[in-house]
């Protein structure tokens, strides 16, 4: 089983930057090549996917947040970092992170269904 601890969310005004992490303590034990994504839901819509990276360091964004939010992990803390920068009000959502095995093709990243264990989420809203 793989623990995903969510923290950094709240609440910030547009054109601000806030900073997600994600620890994992077990995910190297479980998987020999890994995939954690970010996913996020707002009210009334479907989740989506935020961006994700690898056991590699490859990395992957959603159109939305591409040149904004960077992913990045830290190996030795078994951590996932998300760096939201020029937040937008459509940014507000509850933020998840998940973990998994890489998925068959690269391009599927942004599918919940890739993806075997979830954190309890944490809120972003920006206003």
């Known amino acids: 089983h793989v623990q995903l601890v969510e923290s950094g969310g709240g609440s910030v005004q547009a054109g601000m930057t806030l900073n997600l992490s994600c620890a994992a303590p077990?995910?190297?034990?479980?998987?020999?090549?890994?995939?954690m994504g970010w996913f996020r839901q707002a009210p009334g819509k479907e989740r989506e996917g935020v961006a994700a990276i690898d056991s590699d360091g490859s990395t992957s964004y959603a159109d939305s947040v591409k040149g904004r939010f960077t992913i990045t992990q830290d190996n030795a803390k078994n951590t996932v970092y998300l760096q939201m920068n020029s937040l937008k009000p459509e940014d507000t959502a509850m933020y998840y992170c998940?973990?998994?095995?890489?998925?068959?093709?690269?391009?599927?990243?942004?599918?919940?269904?890739?993806?075997?264990?979830w954190g309890q989420g944490t809120q972003v809203t920006v206003s």
């Open positions: 998940a973990a998994g095995p890489n998925p068959p093709s690269s391009d599927d990243w942004y599918i919940p269904q890739h993806y075997d264990y």
């Open positions: 077990d995910l190297i034990h479980t998987y020999a090549q890994y995939c």
